[in-house]
């Protein structure tokens, strides 16, 4: 015995994401040797407080409450308007 069902209706729409502020330039909010290969200078970024701007080259690190993301040598990111890093790898 098989049944099978079907339903169609129209769902709300759903709530767009709010758009970030965008920044001219990001600046970082210390800088710290980090070792990748060899110890280097990064600059850290507040993930929390960092606005939509320009592409970075790496390296880099973005930290937060919750998460700290490396972008290595050779790597950029971009903070997208709606919050995410876009990160591109090379």
């Given at each position: 015995v098989n049944a099978s069902v079907a339903a169609v209706g129209v769902l709300p729409a759903l709530p767009a994401?709010?758009?970030?502020?965008?920044a001219g330039s990001l600046?970082?909010?210390?800088?710290?040797r980090?070792?990748?290969?060899?110890?280097?200078?990064?600059?850290v970024y507040d993930l929390d407080t960092v606005r939509a701007g320009p592409e970075l080259k790496g390296p880099a690190i973005f930290e937060s409450a919750t998460t700290t993301?490396?972008?290595?040598?050779?790597?950029?990111?971009?903070?997208?308007?709606?919050?995410?890093?876009?990160?591109?790898?090379?």
């Open positions: 994401e709010p758009v970030l502020e965008s600046a970082p909010r210390e800088h710290r980090a070792y990748l290969g060899q110890w280097v200078d990064v600059p993301i490396l972008i290595r040598e050779g790597e950029r990111v971009r903070l997208t308007p709606h919050g995410w890093l876009d990160i591109r790898l090379t």
